[in-house]
């Protein structure tokens, strides 16, 4: 194996910032290509400036917050959060007892691991599951989460939305929709309604997600619900500072679904471009995905066995996409935890200014490159971790 623990993990995202830091100073933000559609920014207001202090800021921007929040969510009230993992910790901590139960509906495993990561510190039990027959609440079940769209972008279904929903409300379970990505997926691209107007309790969303924001998260809710979440977030330090809460407001004002169309159109022309050579390759909302498990199928069938993972070999890839093309994605940066499947998103920002064709040439590149360097452990740990090789 090649990355065997999160330490590695955490080596290789090191690793990554190397070489980004060196294309940047060598070849300008210009020749870098962010398409993991979570480029965030800070696209502040230069009379925003002075006002990014810890009591003046919050004084000024609650009121926007509030209004261009529930304009985003709908809803009652707005909290905002430093990460969406920060605002599902806090729901957490705030609505579920030590042996009580969280079930998570997800359109396909696995959860984002900040569910059961903030399930299990609070001693409570955890169930998820993909299949909609196995929905079922139990006694002690005090929180139902639903995914709106996976960390791989697959969407849930809306009849399978409702019926969660209303389940749990007749039971008085409190829904909370992990919309981190599918706020603006399942509305824009699906015409789906947003989680509060399902009828969801709580719903939080991922302002760097296919929408010029920070890093951050941002939940509506019913107003009672939301307090109890916030004297939780306030007491553990979870809420977005000021800087933050603004650039969350000014990315809601500049937001249009726009560029995300378009990307439907593009991501259909390099998904017809590659799908003769990578056969297994897939249509996402907004752009193409490779699944990690299938790339070690298409190695086999050019011939090519290998004993790493296919975690390992996805990285792999991905660290030589973005050496040899300048083009980022989720598996060269990811946190300890996250997917490890290869997505080009193209709604991301860099997406406008980079050529389909370029994008087609450099995975398929990429792909013969991965087949000549795999079956040799030294020169994958070098592309992985040893960032003197750009
Ligand atoms: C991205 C994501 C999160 C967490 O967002 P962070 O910014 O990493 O905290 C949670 N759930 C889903 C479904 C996601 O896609």
Redesign the pocket.
């Known amino acids: 194996m090649l990355i065997n623990s999160s330490l590695d993990e955490v080596r290789k995202r090191e690793n990554s910032f190397k070489v980004i830091h060196s294309i940047l100073k060598k070849y300008g933000r210009k020749n870098f290509y962010d398409l993991t559609g979570l480029a965030g920014g800070f696209n502040l207001n230069p009379e925003d400036i002075d006002l990014l202090e810890t009591y003046a800021g919050p004084a000024i921007f609650e009121s926007q917050l509030q209004r261009a929040g529930k304009q985003h969510l709908g809803g009652e009230k707005i909290l905002a959060f430093n990460?969406?993992?920060?605002g599902?910790l806090a729901t957490i901590l705030a609505l579920v007892k030590p042996g009580h139960e969280v079930i998570h509906y997800l359109p396909r495993k696995p959860s984002?691991p900040?569910i059961p990561r903030s399930t299990q510190l609070v001693g409570a039990s955890y169930r998820e599951f993909d299949d909609i027959n196995d929905f079922k609440v139990q006694e002690n079940t005090s929180l139902v989460i639903i995914?709106g769209?996976?960390?791989d972008h697959d969407i849930i279904n809306q009849d399978e939305f409702s019926c969660i929903i209303t389940t749990s409300k007749s039971k008085n379970i409190p829904v909370f929709v992990?919309d981190?990505?599918g706020a603006r997926l399942r509305t824009v691209i699906y015409n789906q309604p947003k989680a509060m107007d399902m009828g969801a309790d709580i719903v939080i969303t991922?302002t760097?997600?296919l929408m010029d924001g920070p890093?951050a998260?941002l939940m509506s809710g019913k107003k009672e619900i939301i307090d109890l979440i916030k004297t939780r977030a306030n007491q553990f330090g979870l809420e977005a500072q000021s800087s933050t809460v603004v650039s969350i407001i000014r990315a809601i004002q500049k937001f249009s679904g726009e560029r995300m169309l378009e990307a439907v159109n593009k991501k259909h022309e390099v998904y017809e471009a590659l799908k003769d050579d990578i056969v297994s390759v897939r249509e996402t909302p907004t752009g193409i995905m490779i699944y990690a498990d299938d790339l070690v199928q298409e190695l086999r069938i050019k011939g090519i066995d290998t004993d790493f993972t296919s975690a390992d070999v996805s990285c792999v890839f991905a660290a030589l996409l973005l050496r040899n093309h300048h083009i980022l994605t989720i598996p060269a940066v990811g946190?300890p935890g996250a997917s490890t499947n290869l997505r080009i998103d193209l709604a991301s920002h860099d997406a406008e200014r980079i050529e389909t064709d370029y994008i087609i040439k450099a995975i398929i590149e990429t792909f013969s490159h991965l087949g000549e360097i795999v079956n040799y452990k030294s020169a994958c740990e070098l592309i992985l971790y040893d960032d003197d090789l750009t």
Do not use: L
């Not at 990460?83 to 920060?86: D, E, I, L, P, S």
């Open positions: 990460r969406t993992t920060a599902i984002h900040s995914t769209s996976t960390m992990d981190a990505s991922s760097d997600k890093r998260g946190m």
